[in-house]
């Protein structure tokens, strides 16, 4: 069977311009051929490249004093967390795959950020996520839902990682192109750290994992595309298909091998598979790859070399072996009993050379290939339909009625609900290192010695005991209606969730989930939201450690609105310092931290909030402002109350504003099985007057937190508080089953049993 | 105590198993699939997990591997052996216990706290729990319904097998209470000689207040305790 002649019609469906494909000829001194075609078109994707946003994202900070491997340089960033001890993390997207494939395309997404973590010879120990479909009130919404939930219960779980966090939110936007972005956390000792670089002129290529199928072919070209109504048959093919039992063995024995001296570098086989690790670990190295195909196990007959190369078979690595320490490779996988195969040899010509029973089927430089993309600089044009979003005015917010029912609304809404429907699904157990389940703002995870690689069992160091929090925050309707703001929003709300667990940031990695990049007013979005991102982040010293960029979220009624997924992790000093969001005793007082309503703000905190979606289907007006130096200083305050003891909960205000977070404060401690601790509060705002009650209770005015400590302690607070100028209102008491707020105007009551049926069931009573 | 935690290709609740048992201050080490023999352990913990990625049936595979034979000559020997969750499917799988572990009636997967009631308590897992006392132990499991056929069911209730079962908060032993549609609520068994069982919950993981409970280790206590006992009965 002969190549396919290369016409432009074959240029054009392998995503490749006329422009480029002219660089390419100037690349090689030739035509290219059909693999290399191929080879180019998954190389050359935005998906792989970056090319629309490379240079957008040079505005990221990414160094700090902790850093130790900064974004760009392999597969995932390195933080230092002391004591010789780090952390890699990153988060990645798998959202054209779900849209097809909701099982297999989020299970693999899962899987695919897992292999990035241990890569760099990192244990993964922690998954957390960040998950947006349409209205739960679509049959299909809910099947996609159900898909992708199952599907990273699947993978998580069988792999052993516990998924300990996470965010899920329902929009009409996000129908038809949900957004599956998998975060996971490894760690590992400074001198473990594994880079991505062929070194070694003469070492052997080895290739370890399951055989290389057709399944995923070329998912990088499809990922780098808009979805169509003919996407779901015609790409079915393009989605991977995962095997968890695969990737735990292969991670331990890859952590095994690591241990030894036997490896010079090892890359995963991710987007564009056995062609992204060959070029980029050659390119990283200075060095070439020759690559023998037929040496690579193949689990289907008559592949040909352009299936080979685009493959995205799972679960397979690229290890450039030290040669003379071949044997500790067929060791240790034949003791796992996992495939390996010598694939190739590190040259000095600095070209990707791949040949298929001796005859050259490829050959180009690999610098070029990885590194040397185009980049673009796309036009961006201010989106018209801003105009509207900034005339909306608050007179034109209809007149509160029914708070009472207002509440109960908002806590039954999805975006807000209750996500246990969700994690239940997930092992959170596992590995006996999560000290706070989902459930509360933020995550906490214990770092102990069999989080290493080699830590376990017969190690006999000691290990320092960390506690790592960690959130994945973005609120995708303030994006949409303000990108520059609600992206530093994304980032102070991760950074918020952090300080209420007692956590300082560390680091970030992103997840921009945006539309076509050739329409300007996306492009736009995506500039704004960018420039919000890094601001955040520098702000809160929590440089990015890398990420991922998905382009062409969009179906055919439209785009998404614009979501940059923010990670934060966060070190807590000592396990005294671990808080969580409920309320503990009776008795205890109930303080406000920071500006009830931001007088500045137009809309006093209403523009953007859940409240006016819920109530009056209104999706405008701008969304309230964000002080990153406020903010900061809030969390730090907040911070250095639980560290010198005495705060018994700490939960921000966000989506549903005041009201929800004390509902949720009162009926969020859930104790096991059918079993939850709702313990009610008396709460009294008539300090603030004659406020609007809508803003009051339901604005979402930023840099807010509830906290709660004994009365003795509540003093210490506030006189704290008042030194540091930070403003601090005492509320209420925290007793009683009910949830009762008195205003200057109104007396309002909710029974809690109540309150938690609507808002724990909420989604399960969806998805029935 | 001298534990061996047997560790098939795809468990993942190995560590946790034996961390658990240093942390009431016993030994613990691991044992690969591969071994012949448990070598000296006192006792056996069979962890969690998806060996052999549960294909074709929960622990249907892990059953035939080289350590299961020494495993089954161990407890014929009378040795103690506790399985946990896949642990538990793998007895079941291995003939070593009575019924089979069948998908949850949820059809999903659950990871969260129940609360166990021990039901007999003279086995080396029991003994040591107080008279009403509920564990609070996490479950995390897709395929954890105890089921039996109707003469096993009661087979196994005649010779008081039955070591724990799932209970609401107050110990009531309700519907709501019962994770995954296990018959009678059951948790775990033992089998008659009851030097043998197996439960769902995770008793590792509920080591240490850390981790939201430490009732877990009441049960591998009770093991230490019994296993002490013994030691010290046949010395005399």
């Known amino acids: ?768 | 105590m001298k534990v061996a935690v047997i560790q098939f290709p795809g468990s993942n609740s190995d560590q946790d198993a034996v961390n658990g048992v240093r942390v009431i201050g016993h030994d613990a080490r691991l044992l690969w699939h591969k071994e012949e023999s448990v070598g000296d352990a006192d006792a056996v913990i069979i962890p969690g997990g998806f060996s052999y990625g549960d294909y074709l049936r929960c622990g249907a595979i892990a059953r035939f591997s080289p350590v299961m034979q020494a495993v089954k000559t161990f407890a014929a020997d009378g040795g103690v052996v506790l399985g946990i969750c896949n642990g538990f499917q793998v007895l079941c799988e291995a003939g070593l216990l009575p019924g089979a572990l069948v998908r949850n009636r949820s059809l999903q997967f659950r990871s969260e706290q129940v609360f166990l009631k021990t039901v007999a308590k003279d086995t080396p897992f029991t003994g040591g729990v107080e008279e009403g006392q509920l564990l609070r132990v996490p479950i995390a499991h897709g395929e954890g319904c105890y089921f039996a056929d109707e003469e096993t069911l009661a087979s196994i209730k005649s010779n008081n097998q039955i070591l724990w079962q799932y209970v609401s908060a107050d110990g009531e032993l309700t519907d709501d209470a019962n994770p995954n549609g296990s018959l009678d609520n059951i948790a775990g068994i033992c089998n008659r000689e009851r030097n043998v069982a197996g439960l769902m919950p995770h008793p590792e993981r509920a080591c240490q207040e850390i981790v939201g409970s430490a009732d877990g280790r009441a049960i591998l206590e009770s093991m230490a305790a019994w296993l002490d006992k013994k030691t010290q009965a046949d010395a005399a």
Request: hydrophobic share 40%; glycine share 10%; net charge negative.
């Open chain 1, 1 to 768: 069977m002969s190549d396919p002649a290369i016409t432009p019609e074959l240029i054009d469906q392998h995503g490749i311009t006329p422009e480029e494909y002219e660089q390419i000829k100037v690349i090689l001194g030739r035509e290219p051929n059909y693999t290399e075609l191929g080879i180019f078109s998954v190389m050359w994707s935005e998906h792989c490249s970056y090319k629309n946003t490379r240079k957008l994202l040079k505005g990221f900070p990414t160094k700090s004093e902790k850093v130790l491997i900064p974004a760009g340089e392999e597969n995932a960033g390195v933080i230092d967390i002391g004591d010789g001890l780090a952390v890699a993390f990153k988060i990645e997207s798998h959202n054209h795959p779900s849209a097809v494939e909701p099982f297999q395309g989020a299970a693999t997404g899962v899987g695919g950020i897992i292999r990035d973590i241990f890569t760099m010879g990192a244990r993964p120990v922690a998954a957390i996520n960040s998950l947006r479909f349409g209205s739960l009130d679509s049959a299909e919404v809910r099947r996609l839902f159900r898909g992708v939930v199952a599907g990273i219960s699947h993978y998580g779980n069988c792999f052993g990682i516990p998924t300990i966090a996470g965010e899920v939110y329902f929009d009409p936007s996000y129908e038809g192109n949900p957004l599956v972005n998998a975060f996971a956390l490894g760690v590992l000792r400074h001198d473990q750290i594994a880079r991505g670089a062929a070194k070694g002129v003469g070492n052997p290529v080895f290739y370890v994992g399951p055989a290389t199928g057709r399944d995923g072919l070329a998912g990088a070209a499809f990922a780098s595309q808009d979805l169509t109504e003919e996407s779901a048959d015609q790409q079915r093919g393009a989605v991977q298909v995962g095997d968890p039992f695969m990737e735990k063995l292969c991670m331990e024995a890859c952590l095994e091998l690591l241990a030894t001296d036997a490896v010079a570098g090892i890359q995963d086989m991710g987007a564009a598979g056995l062609t992204c690790s060959t070029c980029e670990t050659a390119a990283r190295g200075g060095t070439g790859i020759e690559l023998r195909l037929d040496q690579v196990p193949q689990r289907a007959a008559n592949m040909t070399p352009y299936e080979l190369m685009l493959s995205e078979s799972q679960e397979r690595m690229l290890i450039i072996v030290n040669k003379g320490h071949e044997e500790e490779v067929r060791r240790i996988f034949d003791k796992w009993d996992l495939p390996w195969a010598e694939v190739g040899t590190v040259t000095d010509t600095g070209r990707m050379v791949v040949t298929n029973h001796g005859e050259v089927v490829a050959d180009m430089p690999a610098a070029k290939l990885a590194d040397d993309a185009p980049l673009y600089d796309r036009e961006s044009k201010e989106p018209a339909y801003l105009a509207a979003v900034r005339a909306f005015k608050l007179e034109q917010v209809p007149d509160l009625k029914e708070p009472e029912q207002v509440l109960k609304n908002l806590l039954a809404w999805p975006s807000i609900a209750s996500k246990n429907w969700v994690y239940r699904q997930y092992d959170h157990t596992v590995r006996n290192g999560t000290a706070v389940f989902p459930g509360s703002d933020a995550a906490v995870l214990r770092i102990k010695a069999d989080s290493l690689p080699g830590g376990g069992v017969d190690a006999d160091e000691t290990v320092p005991e960390k506690y790592l929090a960690m959130s994945c925050d973005c609120n995708g309707t303030y994006v949409y209606l303000d990108p520059y703001e609600g992206a530093k929003i994304a980032v102070a709300e991760a950074a918020r969730n952090l300080a209420c667990s007692g956590a300082e940031p560390l680091g970030t990695t992103d997840n921009l989930n945006f539309g076509n990049p050739h329409n300007p007013e996306l492009f736009w979005q995506l500039k704004e939201a960018v420039r919000g991102l890094a601001e955040g982040c520098t702000v809160f010293n929590a440089p990015v450690t890398g990420g991922n960029v998905s382009l062409y979220n969009q179906n055919p009624n439209g785009a998404i609105d614009p979501t940059p997924t923010v990670a934060m992790v966060g070190l807590i000093e000592k396990p005294e310092d671990i808080t969580t969001q409920w309320f503990k005793d009776e008795g205890d007082e109930i303080l406000l931290i920071g500006a009830a309503i931001d007088e500045a703000d137009p809309l006093l905190g209403l523009g953007g909030s859940a409240y006016l979606q819920t109530a009056y289907d209104l999706k405008t007006g701008t969304p309230p402002r964000c002080d990153l130096a406020k903010e900061k200083q809030i969390h730090t305050t907040v911070r250095s109350f639980i560290q010198a003891g005495g705060v018994k909960s700490a939960h921000d205000c966000s989506e549903g504003g005041l009201a929800v977070a004390l509902a949720e404060s009162c009926i969020s401690n859930h104790v096991g099985r059918e079993t939850d601790k709702l313990l009610g509060a008396e709460i009294d705002l008539s300090a603030f007057g004659d406020a609007r009650l809508d803003a009051l209770l339901f604005g979402e005015t930023q840099g807010r937190i509830v906290l709660t400590a004994s009365g003795v302690d509540a003093v210490k607070i506030e006189e704290r508080a008042k030194i540091l100028e930070v403003p601090v209102v005492r509320i209420g008491k925290v007793g009683g089953d009910k949830l009762t707020i008195k205003t200057a105007g109104a007396e309002l009551s909710w029974d809690l049993a109540e309150l938690h049926d609507l808002w724990f069931n909420a989604i399960a009573n969806k998805m029935k």
